[in-house]
Structures are given as C-alpha cells and as structure tokens.
C-alpha cells in the first residue's frame, strides 16, 4: 500500500451521492481524410484496449476497508478490466450536440466505483456532423486539471501524420518524453534532502508574516477579496442533488485575447468578465440577481514545468462586479478586483500558497454537515477555473482535436462550476450545474456570446 497524502483524501471524504467528486473532460475529434467515424472509434476501440502496460496512478484505487484505510492509503491492482473503464456509446437519432450534452449530463452525476482503480472513458459515435467524441472521467484524488490536461496533450501530437497516439494511461508516454537524468551520488543526495527539509522549515517560519500580509491586504485594500469575508447567498449556494446539466461552447482565443489588449486585461481576466456579465443576466433571468457582486474563487494551479503529476492547487477570491450595470464598469471592476488578488499573493512560498488556498475553502469541507450550507454564511459563490493549454492543432493518429471541454464539478453549496481550457486556438467552456436547482443552465451560453460582444464595443483603454 502507499500513503495517501490530504491532498487527495479530501477528495474522498468530501464525496457523496449527492457529490460525486470526480473531474471529467469532453473531446471531439474530426476523423483524417479518408476516414469513417466508425473506422475512427474502432481505432480508438482498439488502441486503448491494447495499452495493457498501465500507469500506476491509473492502476490505484483506495484500500479496503474503505470507510478505514480507504482514506489514508491506496492499494494497486496488477491488472485493469477493459470492459469496464471502456465503454463504446452511439448516440440515439438525430446525433446532434443536445444529444452528446445529455449524455454527459447524465453520466456525469453518477460516482465512480472506489473497488475499481477511480476512471472511465467513453468512446461516443453517433453525432451528425460525423465526429467522435470521447468523454473521460477521473476522480479528483487521482488528477487535478493541470495534471488532466498534461495527460491528455502526451497522447496528442502537433503533426498530422504522427500514428503514435495512445491512451492516456499508457505508461509508455512518461518514459518517452522523460529526459534522462545524471544518477546522484550519496553527497548530493543528501545535501539534495537536507536542502529541502531547510526550505520546508523557512517557509513554515515565514508563515505568520505571510498571514499578517494577508490580513492588512483584507483591511487596507477595498478591492481585495480576504479569505474569512463574506460573500452574498444565492441559488447557487444551495444543497443540491446528484443530477446534472452540462453545457459547453467555444470562443477563438484571438478574439478574448483582442479584448484584453483593448482593455489592458489578461486573457484570465477576460474569462471572468464575460462570466460576469452572464451570470447577471442568468440570475436576472431567474429574478434572484443579489444587490450584492458575486465572488468567485479562482484555483491557481502550483505546477512547475517537469513537476509530478496529481494535485497542487492554491485559491484566491475575485469580486466579479455583478452588481455593476455597465460593462465598462464592470471590466474595471474586475480588472481591479483581479489585481489586488495576485498583489497579495505575490512572493508567497508554495507552502504558504497551500495554506492561504486552505484558509479559503476549509467551509467545503463542512458543507455536507445536514444543515450546514441554510445556515451558514459562505465565503464565495462559484468556482471558475481557466487550465491553459497549448496553441497548436492537436491530432490523435491523424484524427484533429475540434474540441476540448472540462466537465468539473458541482457541490454542496456550490451548484455551479465553470471550467475553461485554451486549447488549440479556442477557449472550450464547460459549465456544470446542479440540474434541479439551476434551471435553463444553458441559457449562459448565449449571455457569454453577449456579453463578450458588449466588451467589444468598449472603448480601448490607453
């Protein structure tokens, strides 16, 4: 067995029926010239299947007995059934996109099996504009959405004519695009481990001050957003079933990318802007519009190029002016809110980040205590999460990755989650809801469009 570390047993403790605590994505991938859908999905079919030399992350799932071990260690299984974690799907008639929504929707409020290693990929034929799609879900102990989407760039080449696409389990593709390293000798190993155990302790010393930091930031600085405030109830802080509605959209990266040169704002920025404006006007659709802004909470990953994969995540809070009627106020608002966020974050250690990341979303853990969301006042009211990826056209075996959408996850408390990856020239939104609790969730799609319009039209910042 190995040890578990918090880190992902949170994940665990945090699930339930209601909550499953799974991550998900959604590819659509246009078969290569010459190529079938079918032929496309049997390729796929069969490439997967025969990637029996499996990761170890991709092989673990938590020991047994489950309600005592199953959160401090986690057990490996030698082998993977197939027939299980792979299921092949074809859409009913007409195939359209509504079709492929509802079928993730639907699959995507049901919990993984903790006996089983914690995944699941769905190869999916059927759509009318003749690509296949493949929806994947992994459990949040096992990835967060940097590693996700690292996983998915290994199987993926920039060359149309590569056939070495793989599954993103194949242990295969960390060995091949691992450089090779100089063995370290006993001295420098130690001197190695030393080292580390020496900055561990300078970052736990310089705790207090990066607390104190944090605090007068929360006092002196109106646009800053401290861990602790509170932020106003809504129908999105609300306990929720396990049903879900997923909707998902594309804009050209260019074209925020272009906003945000106008209006001296980063491409995360805009992300929230346009969020901002459609959750306006979705909360005025449904006449449950706050006086008060929204605030979201933000991960910001702690990855460095060539880290390990598995999760190391920080949180900061943003005021997302939703009770500001003019987009150009409100894009200065943000742009504001945004700013006084990383200032006071800025030069944090990474265990300091950890710990501020902590202070902010320590309520979650408490939100499926019956009771505990009616009553208790929240510190945020949704999770929007902006993974960038690479720029260039991917392709698995020829085949063009046409879209890359996370399907995140909803929770006690927090009926809604917004996820955006910049992928190959478009940022992919994936909206997840609580589906009783949030009617016509794909209503925002439109307000998105909108409102990214209305920001258009603003006039460029000097």
């Known amino acids: ?8 047993s949170m994940f665990l403790v945090a699930e339930t029926r209601d909550q499953p605590m799974h991550v998900g994505g959604l590819q ?5 010239e010459g190529q079938t859908s079918d032929e496309l999905a049997e390729e796929m079919a069969a490439t997967f299947t025969s990637a029996t030399d499996i990761a170890p992350m991709f092989r673990k799932r938590p020991a047994t007995p489950a309600q005592l071990a199953g959160y401090t260690a986690w057990s490996f299984d030698d082998t993977v059934d197939f027939d299980y974690h792979l299921r092949r799907i074809i859409l009913p008639r007409p195939g359209a996109i509504r079709d492929l929504l509802r079928y993730v929707s639907l699959n995507h409020g049901a919990l993984l099996d903790r006996r089983r290693p914690m995944w699941e990929v769905h190869i999916i034929e059927g759509l009318a504009d003749g690509r296949v799609a493949l929806y994947t879900k992994v459990h949040h102990s096992v990835v967060d959405g940097v590693t996700a989407l690292r996983l998915l760039q290994r199987t ?11 599954a993103f389990w194949d242990s295969r593709l960390k060995r091949r695009r691992s450089a090779p390293t100089e063995p370290k000798g006993l001295l420098s190993s130690l001197t190695s481990a030393a080292g580390q155990v020496l900055d561990v302790a300078d970052q736990v010393v310089g705790m207090a001050p990066a607390a104190a930091k944090i605090a007068v930031a929360g006092v002196t600085d ?13 129908i999105l802080n609300v306990p929720i079933g396990s ?21 001296g704002m980063t491409l995360n920025d805009v992300v929230v802007a346009m969020c901002s404006g459609a959750l306006r006007r979705y909360l005025a659709d ?3 519009l706050p006086d008060e802004s929204l605030v979201a909470l933000m991960p910001v990953s702690l990855h460095a190029d060539g880290d390990s994969d598995g999760n190391a995540v920080t949180a900061i809070s943003v005021r997302m002016a939703t009770d500001v009627e003019s987009t150009a106020d409100r894009v ?43 009553y208790t006042p929240t510190g945020f009211n949704l999770i929007i999460s902006n993974v960038p990826g690479p720029d260039d056209e991917l392709y698995w075996n020829g085949a063009r990755l046409d879209g890359c959408y996370p399907v995140s996850i909803p929770m006690e408390g927090l009926a809604m989650n917004i996820t955006v ?17 949030l009617p016509r969730l794909q209503r925002i799609l439109d307000h998105l469009e909108t409102t990214l319009a209305e920001m258009e039209t603003i006039e460029p910042q000097a």
């Open 243 to 263: 049903a879900r509605r997923f909707a998902a959209q594309d804009w050209p990266v260019e074209r925020l990318r272009a906003v945000g040169k106008a209006q």
């Open 286 to 288: 449904n006449d449950a």
């Open 28 to 32: 659509l991938f246009i078969p290569r």
């Open 156 to 166: 993926l080449s920039t060359d149309p004519a590569d056939r070495a696409g793989t």
């Open 1 to 8: 067995m190995q040890y578990m570390p918090v880190t992902e």
């Open 332 to 374: 200065t608002a943000i742009k504001a809110s945004t700013a006084a966020a990383k200032k006071a974050v800025r030069g944090l250690r990474p265990l300091q980040a950890l710990a501020l990341g902590a202070a902010t979303i320590w309520p979650l853990a408490f939100n499926t205590v019956p009771g505990f969301v009616q």
């Open 222 to 234: 109106s646009d800053y957003f401290a861990p602790m405030q509170q932020a106003p109830q809504t």
């Open 421 to 437: 990856t910049t992928v190959g020239g478009k940022a992919n939104f994936g909206i997840i809801g609580a589906r009783a609790e």
